[in-house]
């Protein structure tokens, strides 16, 4: 088993780019429905008859669910091979897809899409672990660039994708159309993935699994309720709830000697200081994503299309700036692209705040073209300059841990964000008013978030040295 996995390992060395590729894909299949999904909520609301609060679960329960896979992330890449946990995620993607295509109502969506969330749950962090297996750290940055350079063209191509779905045919066929696409990447991920290390047989930790499985639950159910009348006693419940099954976890992380993963990477300055704007970067992210498409359609009235149309020029900016931010972090180090993305990532979202309803379609679809250029820049380099700093025994934690965090703040941005939306109930205000009213107050938040990312950014370049 070893010499073969070497020779595989050497062989892919040689072409690493390919492997990655495949796999990248795949997860963009995933974020593309996912974001898709976004632009169709205005639509999905008059069809169900439910509420923004309910619909968002789309997007938030797609997200919850890929979080508590990756958590199982370290220990799956250790028990099961490559090819395995590829296969996997593309018959849970295909089956997500044919449910929910068939969706006679909200909860079968529902069913499906928690389903479909097992493709970006397995190929997200496998897709991290085959590069730090086969890619140099001296050009980490890069490869990791290249790889999210595919993953987050889906985010540029998805919410145009579900608008022009929405608009000219239906938004069953959003899932229609990927279920042949994720079908020829399963057939080329069966030739073309390989093993690069060995695999072992050990026990994982259910208990902690699902102890940390319901803290997250619980965190989002009652933040889900934030912004709704009467409620302050069971929000507070929740959090308390929450804030009891996280100390269990902890506590249980200093007893248990099965696989989950290991916490004791949090000790360690380098990984907390890049990973905790690592996550406010996404929650704001996804955040945005969800806000905007239903904030122009709400407050400006504008077409399905062209909620998802007003994403697309900062997604390809995004995406395709990739390669060059990885670039900049292999070249220049940490402090270039995290601090310039960082500046990029907060004035949009200071200038959103302050014009409110001002803002016409066209100065939006400016603003975000800067944002997600900043944030891009920042995000996975906040990542890649935190791996690049641990040892390598512990990546696969890190990676881990790293992937969770993404998740659970994207489920956390679409479920506060949808609630401080729709928490402005002013009887003199329109209905307009206090949509943009409580919008501020997200802005607001976010604009919070980026300047602590620069006070964390300060300790994470003091703690690598």
Not at 93 to 107: E, N, R, V
Not at 380 to 389: D, E, P, Q, R, T
Not at 400 to 409: D, Q, R, W
Request: proline share 4%; glycine share 10%.
């Amino acid at each position: 088993m070893n010499s073969t996995v070497n020779h595989q390992n050497d062989r892919s060395k040689n072409h690493p780019f390919l492997v990655i590729t495949v796999v990248a894909f795949m997860t963009f299949m995933g974020v593309l429905t996912e974001t898709s999904m976004n632009v169709t909520f205005p639509t999905l609301m008059k069809q169900f008859n439910i509420s923004l609060s309910t619909v968002q679960w789309v997007t938030t329960g797609y997200l919850l669910m890929v979080a508590l896979l990756t958590i199982t992330s370290a220990y799956l890449k250790r028990r099961f091979t490559n090819k395995q946990l590829f296969v996997s995620a593309a018959l849970l993607f295909i089956t997500g897809d044919i449910m929910c295509g068939l969706a006679p109502s909200y909860w079968v969506l529902l069913v499906g899409r928690l389903i479909q969330a097992g493709c970006v749950g397995l190929t997200g962090p496998l897709m991290n672990n085959i590069i730090l297996e086969i890619v140099p750290v001296h050009k980490l940055g890069t490869y990791m660039g290249m790889a999210n350079l595919i993953v987050l063209v889906a985010p540029a191509l998805g919410p145009t994708f579900g608008g022009a779905v929405v608009s000219f045919a239906s938004w069953r066929m959003i899932f229609w159309i990927t279920v042949p696409i994720t079908v020829i990447l399963l057939v080329l991920g069966l030739f073309i993935i390989k093993q690069y290390s060995s695999t072992e047989h050990y026990e994982f930790d259910w208990v902690r699994f699902g102890v940390l499985a319901l803290g997250m639950i619980t965190l989002l159910l009652g933040f889900n309720i934030m912004g709704q009348p009467g409620v302050l006693v069971k929000f507070i419940s929740y959090m308390l709830v929450s804030a009891a099954l996280f100390t269990t976890f902890g506590w249980l992380s200093k007893r248990s000697h099965k696989a989950l993963f290991k916490l004791s990477v949090f000790k360690r300055p380098v990984f907390l200081f890049s990973f905790l704007p690592y996550v406010f970067l996404q929650y704001a992210n996804i955040g945005i994503n969800f806000m905007l498409p239903s904030y122009v359609q709400m407050v400006n009235g504008a077409a399905a299309v062209i909620g998802g149309l007003i994403l697309l020029p900062g997604s390809i900016f995004n995406g395709l700036g990739q390669p060059i931010y990885g670039w900049m972090l292999d070249r220049f180090g940490g402090k270039l692209p995290l601090y310039l993305g960082n500046s990029l990532f907060l004035v949009p979202i200071v200038v959103m705040m302050i014009m409110g309803q001002d803002m016409s379609v066209l100065i939006i679809t400016i603003l975000y073209t800067i944002f997600a250029t900043g944030r891009s820049m920042a995000f996975g380099n906040s990542m890649a300059y935190g791996l690049k700093h641990l040892p390598r025994d512990e990546q696969k934690d890190a990676n881990a841990i790293y992937g969770t965090g993404n998740m659970l703040a994207g489920s956390l941005g679409t479920t506060i964000i949808a609630a401080l939306m729709t928490s402005v109930h002013i009887a003199s205000f329109s209905h307009v008013q206090n949509i943009v009213a409580g919008s501020r107050m997200a802005f607001g938040m976010l604009a919070l978030l980026g300047v602590i990312n620069f006070f964390l950014f300060r300790r994470l370049f003091k703690s690598s040295k």
